[in-house]
């Protein structure tokens, strides 16, 4: 009796729609949040999720079946899974919301890509996002998303490896002492550092080709997600501009000027 074929892979790689690294963030006059009427981009850290996907199917070739965008977002958020097909994801999901809904937080996002693998036929072996989002850093909806789920979890990864035989992913994490490698069972979330790797830029042809990508559509209905928020922001305001120092001549002198200052030893 012959053995029956191993599963090839299928990658998820949740995408973000947030404002561009280079663009100076200012608080809108509301004081409600920061100005959005800017430039927009992918979140660098899930561009990276892009290219590591990509990445792993070059190395393993016939290993990896299919790579799949998603993303949550307003209409416009169809520009980033473009980017994201361009650079060789194969398909995509957009969970489309209204243009002006308040920002998401990481459990509704989490419970949203919980809906989306769920719906795979095919399932969902490895999922690859940003570490975090340069907008709010909150950094948590990778480790959500495996606490949901059940599923292993390597986060800030630095190396990925995949050994499709075995089932397992070995991944090099970044810590404070430098590296830490740990063996994960397939099924597993990826969250993704900086020194992973650096994404390619997605060629002319490449980008023609992504606008006959197909896209998949939904809802928050369709999913059954409330994205209420639970948080409540109060007020956001700039931080207070530097001020300059000044010298002293002497540690009398300082004293005198820390009590000026209203600072005093206990």
Known sequence: MRPSAVRLLNILVPVKRAVDYSVKIRVNPQQTGVDLNVKHSMNPFDEIGVEEAVRLRERHKDQVKSIKAVTIGPPKAIEILRSALAMGADSS????I????PALEPLAVAKTLREIIK?????VDVVILGKQAIDDDLGVTGQMLAGLLGWSQATFASKV?????KKEALVTREIDGGGEEVRCRLPVII????RLNEPRYA??????????????????EDLGI??????ETLKVTEPPKRVGGSKVANVDEL???LKEAGITVA
């Open 119 to 123: 719906r795979q036929k095919e399932g």
């Open 98 to 101: 209204p243009e002006n809904s």
């Open 93 to 96: 999901i957009h969970v489309e």
């Open 191 to 194: 969250t993704t550092d900086l």
């Open 255 to 257: 004293v005198t000027k």
């Open 161 to 165: 490896e995949i050994d499709h035989a």
């Open 203 to 220: 060629s002319l042809p490449n980008i023609m080709k992504a606008k006959k990508k197909p896209v998949e559509k939904f809802t928050p």
């Open 226 to 231: 409330d994205y209420t928020p639970r948080l």
